[in-house]
């Protein structure tokens, strides 16, 4: 199966999912892919405009419903939810448009949005707005980046595979940075409520 033909045959699948749970790189190699002419960019701006809004709405909530309950169980998350809070507070329905945009905070944002008592009309209203202008975004910079790489290489094709390659190593080595990252913190909390003790 050549890459053109498996990026065919899975791509929106595989950038669905991929948004669902996290999705920046998914959704930039998705429209580069769009560049190369393996995807339909409006396509995939509107499959990661659904996987965006559905992982989102589901976090929502899951802290609506469960939000003390499953905090007491992640301390690592307990921080980030208190910095979610008291940013919502400052700014309000802002957080909501530009949650995606913050690497690292993409799941824990909603939900404390829904633990915190958020209206759900409210939050999907913007949440859908949000979801839009993210997939907009970054799956015009994806193509964007094909289409400078098509003027800094001669021959991009022959450089395609890489190319994808070297994009999904990245964000592959930012999502192990995040977790370790966050691994770490959590440990320490542990060490210091132990310490407590």
């Not at 094709?157 to 370790?180: C, D, K, S």
């Amino acid at each position: 199966m050549t890459l053109e033909s498996l990026i065919q045959t899975y791509g929106y699948a595989a950038l669905f999912v991929g948004t669902v749970l996290e999705g920046e790189t998914v959704l930039v190699l998705a429209g580069f892919a769009a560049h190369r002419g393996y995807l339909s960019l409006p396509w995939v701006m509107v499959t990661a405009f659904a996987g965006s809004l559905a992982g989102d709405q589901l976090w929502f909530f899951v802290g609506r419903l469960r939000g003390r309950s499953f905090l007491d169980k992640r301390p690592h998350w307990q921080v980030r939810a208190r910095r979610v809070q008291a940013i919502l507070d400052r700014y309000g329905h802002l957080v909501i448009l530009a949650m995606r945009f913050f690497y690292g905070l993409r799941t824990v944002t909603p939900f404390a949005i829904g633990a915190s008592g958020y209206s759900p009309l409210r939050y999907a209203l913007w949440n859908v707005l949000g979801a839009g202008l993210w997939a907009f975004v970054l799956g015009g910079a994806g193509f964007l980046f094909g289409r400078a790489m098509e003027v800094l290489l001669e021959d991009v094709e022959r450089y395609e595979g890489w190319l994808l390659l070297l994009l999904a190593a990245g964000g592959g080595i930012l999502w192990v940075w995040h977790v370790l990252r966050r691994n770490g913190h959590a440990a320490s909390l542990g060490d210091s409520k132990a310490g407590e003790r």
